[in-house]
């Protein structure tokens, strides 16, 4: 998988190489991936983003493709390393396995509507000192969807005041990130 097109296929073909059939992880990763794929691709249509259906669909595929690395039991996650690592730890998964940048990227940048140097800093958060916030349409795209759909409880899509209100326990700093990207998405009114 060295060229720089990945479809959504291949990345199901991908995930399958670390994620068994008929597992609860699985499933979940699948069920979740699939829903923030749909509700990106709903966006970029709705928002007229002009962003490639397939590239939309396989970083929504892929973007938590580290969860398996993390230790989240009640998500079925029984590997070592802290959940707030699951997309550096992702992101490096898909760049060793040849995978393309904008794919690992996107990986890289979700995680908690992005995060900073400075956050990452003051938190004490064990991940690299460096800025995670989501760059491009298609990663900032998939971050904000990926917002409205958890891996836990009914996995339905959160309404919006939910996930402001989340975000706002989990990363208050975070706040005006998401606003902003509400605001990029802001034709979508579905929300």
């Known amino acids: 998988m060295r060229s720089n097109r990945v479809t959504p296929a291949q990345a199901e073909t991908f ?4 994620y068994e059939p008929g597992y609860d992880l699985t499933d979940i990763l699948l069920l979740h991936s ?15 983003l002009g962003l490639d259906d397939d590239d ?4 929504s595929l892929l973007h938590d493709i580290g969860i398996f690395l993390t230790d989240a039991p009640g998500i079925h996650c029984y590997g070592h390393e802290p959940y707030i690592r699951h997309g550096v730890l992702g992101a490096a998964l898909l760049r060793s396995q040849g995978m393309p940048e904008w794919i690992a990227r996107v990986a890289e940048r979700h995680t908690g509507v992005g995060l900073t140097c400075a956050q990452i800093r003051e938190k004490g958060l064990p ?4 800025d995670f916030v ?3 349409l298609l990663e900032k795209l998939v971050c904000y969807a990926d917002k409205f759909y958890s891996k836990s409880g009914d996995m339905q899509r959160k309404k919006f005041e939910n996930v402001r209100a989340s975000i706002s326990r ?9 606003d902003a990207l509400h605001k990029l998405f802001s034709k979508y009114n579905a929300l």
């Open 34 to 48: 699939r829903s923030v794929g749909a509700l990106a691709l709903d966006i970029s249509h709705v928002c007229m």
């Open 170 to 178: 989990k990363f208050p700093e975070s706040l005006e990130r998401f």
């Open 127 to 130: 991940l690299p000192e460096a």
């Open 15 to 18: 995930i399958a190489w670390f």
């Open 56 to 59: 939309v669909m396989t970083a």
């Open 134 to 136: 989501p760059e491009t």
